[in-house]
């Protein structure tokens, strides 16, 4: 009897607990400018959904929904929240299913998002909780919880309180939380930001632009590592595919195309679409990767990014227009992969002009120097000149002009930006500034 006690005690305990952590959780999450909460909320209040597109942040700063509704005669909406991991696209898909009568699944294959640790082996859940706690079905919830971690988690995972869960203390964003509450603000479901819109249906529309021929970095990016890809990412593909097919919904398998900057810095990109292309032919899919696009169907400039890959408000509506044109119908056309799309990122690279894409701009170890590296196709070093300003307070002085030299000498005991113009035998190329602080 005293056992019973005890455990009716402690399941009280607990019970209570839980209860209490409820409201206190709810005024503690910083969401009240979030356009996950917004895209959600959109998202539970659709007459229907006809085309749902699943992925992560290139999805959100991808299709215009509305434009594309009009474009497709179709319900089109965005599923996709920062950082999403492939379980958190197939718990939403999970949602969606039981919500809508979907037809047809578009489903992006970032390779920032394939490219993950087994789901045992995470130990940050920031973009898992954002997913989990707009889940309305518990079952889904809670199979998603249970198997997005290992089970050391589960407390913080199940808890409305916890790590990773948005919570703040700052006493200005709380309060700031509490007036948008009282004043029926939190409940109109506005996204707000200074640097960008939200278009609706899952779509933010970034107001800042990459300048053309912009782009440049101040470190190098590693190669993708497609031997990363775990196993846990191609099971849950092998979920999705189940569920597509279980409710006679059509699954579209592609990547959202990025800027030529990004993909040359990484060296080796023809390896994550190889893999890909293979991966998918296996499960009897077509890969339509738009970063290998031929320009009849997509052209895009430096001004269509954000940064280096994510689109912008010009860009969302270029690459809305090009998604829109060729899922509409040209992707059923007979050969439509070796007609619309090159063979690889290399004869992309190989068949396009000269071109330099960007420039890393390098300070050396000693701060006295700073190291120029153009990211370009194929062309020639010896027909690349720069010329190289150092800008300190409201001066631009000139450090180099026409110059063949790849290392600079910086000015001494000075702060502020370089500047570096790139030509191609005269040719004008890139404008791109970087911070320097020399010793």
């Known amino acids: 009897m005293k056992k019973i006690f005890l455990v009716l005690k402690i399941f009280l305990f607990v019970l209570i607990f839980f209860i209490f952590t409820i409201p206190i959780a709810f005024i503690l999450k910083d969401d009240a400018n979030s356009y996950a909460r917004v ?32 474009k ?6 965005n599923a996709g929240t920062p950082s999403q991991k492939i379980d958190g696209t197939y718990a939403i898909l999970r949602q969606a299913v039981k919500l809508y009568k979907i037809e047809k699944v578009f489903l992006e294959l970032d390779f920032a998002v394939a490219i993950d640790s087994p789901f045992a082996e995470r130990n940050g859940f920031k973009a898992e909780y954002i997913v989990a706690s707009r889940l309305k079905d518990f079952s889904i919830k809670a199979d998603y919880l249970l198997h997005c971690s290992s089970p050391k988690y589960y407390i913080n995972s199940f808890l409305p309180i916890g790590k990773d869960k948005l919570m703040t203390l700052n006493p200005k964003t709380v309060s700031n939380k509490i007036q948008s509450l009282l004043g029926g603000e939190y409940f109109k479901y506005q996204y707000v930001d200074d640097g960008s819109e939200y278009a609706g249906k899952g779509c933010v529309l970034d107001l800042e632009e990459i300048p053309d021929g912009g782009f440049s970095n101040d470190s190098k990016e590693g190669k993708i590592n497609v031997s990363e890809v775990s196993e846990d990412w191609k099971d849950t593909i092998d979920k999705i595919i189940a569920l597509c097919r279980e409710n ?18 990484r060296g080796n990109y023809d390896e994550y679409y190889s893999f890909c292309r293979d991966f998918t032919a296996e499960k009897g899919f077509s890969y339509y990767d738009f970063n290998l696009a031929r320009p009849e169907i997509l052209s895009l400039t430096d001004s269509d990014f954000r ?40 004869q992309k690279m190989a068949e396009m002009p000269e071109k330099i894409f960007g420039l890393y701009m390098i300070m050396s170890d000693d701060r006295k120097s700073m190291e120029i590296t153009p990211v370009a196709n194929h062309v020639d070093a010896k027909k690349i000149t720069y010329d190289v300003y150092a800008i300190v307070g409201k001066e631009e002085s000139l450090l180099a002009k026409d110059s063949i030299q790849t290392v600079v000498s910086l000015p001494a005991g000075k702060s502020g930006k370089i500047r570096v113009i790139s030509y191609i035998d005269g040719v004008k190329q890139n404008d791109c500034t970087e911070n320097f602080a020399s010793f």
Do not use: R
Request: charged share 20%; net charge negative.
């Open 72 to 77: 497709l005669g179709k319900a089109v909406f």
């Open 248 to 265: 006679d919904i059509e699954l579209i398998l592609f990547s959202m195309p990025c800027s030529d900057f990004y993909l040359n810095e």
């Open 307 to 346: 940064d280096d890959n994510h689109f912008c408000k010009k860009g969302v509506y270029v690459w809305t227009n090009a998604f829109c044109n060729f899922f509409g119908s040209k992707y059923k056309e007979e050969n439509a992969l070796e007609k619309y799309f090159y063979s690889s990122f290399a």
């Open 39 to 70: 895209l959600f909320h959109e998202f539970y209040n659709q007459d229907k959904i006809d085309y749902l597109v699943c992925g992560a942040s290139h999805v959100s700063h991808g299709v215009e929904a509305n434009n594309a509704s009009q």
